[in-house]
């Protein structure tokens, strides 16, 4: 009886130093922080096909050209406006389409500055492609899974416009008596949702092909006529967008340096009673309209450029921005002067890239197998005072 009493005043004294402890730090917000850097202190700066960069700038700046000089280039908290940019776009059309001017035109317009969170430079870098689908604009035969265009009562709403606190965020719903309602979940629509309104834009043969279209953004149908029609995002039903490959991980179907695009599809084909199941763990659901002409077209509106455009968060790094990537991958290295044309449902942070490789069988090669640490550069036009480090967020 002694024993046992002492056992229990022992565990009611640990307790009692336990909630005494103090609770773990939580971590600390994202912010970004920019450091200034000499351009020779860009690995392989002076190697890299620069003039493929310009091209993919200048297109940023015929967005740029639709901005009026007071207009504030998100994310605010950096302090530049459109007027800013005007020389550089300026000077970039004048430049002649080759390495070294292309080169000489960066260095003398711009000030690269290393890229933090929280000083933290360390970021992840995965790729993504314009996929080939085979589909009919009828649903027949082995046509029978619907891409569908966006919803007529899809409500997409910038926070942003209402407090500034919330610039960046941005919400997607459907109103009904009155108020903003979410939108149905990937399952709910699945399970005929959305049935009603008869939104199939086109029929498509592979359940999985119209899954991992919409974690691209965009692709191309092949037609059983033999043309091609092109696919770009028209929009998402709100709910978070969550990796199906984190899952498999989660479960120990596989590792984390096992996860690849390849090795998703491969678990997929070889668990096809389950992979309706795993696909509707994901509940973001994306939309899209057919384009005529060039694409596919980025956040930014403007066309996007294989290996040279980046998705990143708009919340940190402002669209439009060249941005250099240096990844020092013992397998596969990667200096890389881009441009910040897109954003992504998983492209989170202020250190956080998804590199877009084009279209073709040799692009998802590159973007499935791509998942990479390492890190970027911001270059910021010289006239660009930036706030005190503090205030970049």
Sequence with gaps: MIVASRRLLGLALALLLASCAPAPKPPAPAKLTLTPVAFSDLPGWSSDNTAAALAAFIKSCAARDRQPDNAVIAPAALGMTAAQWRKPCAAARATPANDAAARAFFAAQFTPYLAGNN?????????????????????????????MKRPPDLVMVDLGRFHPAWHGERIAGRVVSGSLVPYPSRAEIERGALDADRLALFWVDDPVDAFFVQVQGS???????GTQVRLGYDGQNGQPYVAIGKKLVERGAMTADQVSLQSIRAWIKAHPDQASALMDENPSYVFFRELAGDGPIGSEGVVLTAGRSLAVDRNFVPLG?????????????LHRLMVAQDTGGAINGPVRG????????DAETHAGNMRARGRYYLLLPKDVTLPRAPALS
């Design 321 to 333: 921005t060249p941005v250099y990537l240096a990844i020092d991958d013992n397998t596969s290295p």
């Design 219 to 225: 692709g191309r149908i092949a037609l059983p006529n």
């Design 119 to 147: 000083n933290n430079s360390d970021g992840l870098f995965t790729g993504y492609y314009e996929p080939l689908l085979h589909g009919a604009r009828q649903r027949a035969g082995k046509y029978q899974t619907p891409i």
């Design 354 to 361: 998804d590199v877009f490789w084009g279209f073709g069988s």
